[in-house]
């Protein structure tokens, strides 16, 4: 994509074809400089752009726009891929035929031949930063295989309810089969409801669709065209976008995140719409799941800093609260992180990050398998 994923080099080469055309009605030389300047100066912009985007982009071409369910990933992809924490960590990341991240590339069909169980969340369960095999769904898959059960991970950097609804609904109208849903919802999600407030799915022309690819394309390969493009589609579309000045800017947005959940400012701020908006999305997935007959589970955990404080308890609260009501299997991760020590704590989350590391992953895996098999009628099978 280098060079020719930047919309400024055909501009460049669309000046130059005029130059060409031009020269043999000005026949001055200030015409020949002028444009021979400005061709050059429009290629080196062009490479500059090209190399801008891969340097910020941290090789992560795989992830797109999507229409119905706002972002996902390619389907059938095998790329090194990078997550910036204390430093950059590469690690190799393979999607299946749907676009879920897998173990291998595969092709998936949509009809299941034995029990298959689908999870949806953010980034915590997508596995930045590791390898399939050193992330939750990657060490759980492993497992239920042995079960003769199927694992499939929707999850994605920066979903929330709003967005698991949708990618839910999505793949089940086009006919996949599932016997159960486990849906992890972050303490990311809250604010995330508010800033996907205004996103409704389309179902696009075939000319849309053309036009969205060349989008993918240049967002991926020019980074004027990725800040331009932006820029003026939160502006235009989102008030609520990252860089929005309700939150103060991108930086102050992201340290916003978990204050909703001990800050009454930020409570006011997002928090109230945004718990009535996760609430609400949350409500549509339980009744696709009762009227198809699927399971449901829902899962929780709190970051470091406030298992360290003990301060994100609104966050269990809230869930519990909710799965209670309406009876529902309940995954929390509280207590468990509230027993270690900061020093614990520390020891099992990326540095410099709120991610789990590999040993932080395996915690969480076999604290969601044991609650599995304690929870699960025939423990002595599963638990083998």
Not at 55 to 68: A, E, M, P, T, W
Not at 167 to 189: A, C, P, Q, T
Not at 213 to 219: E, G, Q
Not at 231 to 241: G, L, M, V
């Amino acid at each position: 994509m280098f060079v020719v994923g930047t919309p400024v080099f055909y501009i460049a080469l669309l000046f130059l074809g005029l130059f060409l055309i031009l020269k043999k009605f000005f026949k001055g030389t200030a015409f020949k400089v002028i444009g021979i300047n400005l061709i050059v100066v429009l290629f080196l912009i062009a490479v500059f752009d090209s190399v801008a985007a891969m340097l910020l982009d941290h090789s992560d071409s795989f992830r797109i726009v999507d229409n119905f369910y706002h972002h996902g990933l390619k389907a059938n992809v095998a790329e090194k891929t990078s997550w910036k924490s204390d430093g950059v960590s590469f690690y190799q990341v393979y999607t299946n035929s749907l676009g879920f991240v897998d173990e291998i590339n595969r092709v998936v069909p949509l009809k299941k031949s034995g029990k298959r169980i689908l999870i949806l969340g953010d980034s915590f369960m997508e596995g930045v930063g590791y390898p399939w095999p050193q992330t939750v769904p990657g060490i759980l898959s492993e497992r239920f295989k042995k079960q003769g059960v199927e694992l499939l991970n929707a999850a994605v950097i920066s979903y929330s309810p709003k967005i698991y609804y949708l990618k839910l609904k999505h793949f089940l109208e086009m006919g996949l089969e599932i016997d159960e849903l486990y849906v992890f919802i972050d303490i990311s999600d809250i604010i995330d409801e508010v800033v996907y407030d205004y996103f409704v799915p389309k179902e696009f022309s075939q000319s849309e669709l053309k036009w969205q690819a060349l989008d993918n394309f240049f967002l991926k390969g020019s980074y004027i065209y990725r800040s331009m493009g932006t820029e003026y589609f939160a502006a235009q579309k989102n008030p609520y976008h990252e860089n929005s000045p309700i939150w103060g800017g991108v930086a102050n947005f992201y340290g916003l995140k978990p204050k909703w959940t001990y800050d009454e400012n930020a409570m006011k701020l997002y928090g109230e719409k945004g718990i009535a908006l996760a609430k609400k999305h949350i409500d549509l997935i339980r009744q696709i799941c009762d009227e198809r007959g699927i399971k449901l589970h829902i899962g929780v955990w709190p970051w470091k800093d406030q298992a360290k404080d003990k301060n994100g308890r609104k966050q269990y609260d809230l869930w519990k609260e909710y799965t209670d009501k309406y009876h529902i299997d309940f995954i929390s991760l509280f207590d468990t992180f509230e027993a270690m020590s900061p020093e614990e704590i520390s020891s099992i989350v990326i540095k410099n990050d709120i991610h789990w590391n590999e040993k932080g992953n395996k915690i969480v895996a076999d604290y969601i398998w044991q609650h599995i098999v304690n929870n699960s009628e025939g423990k002595n099978e599963i638990a083998q």
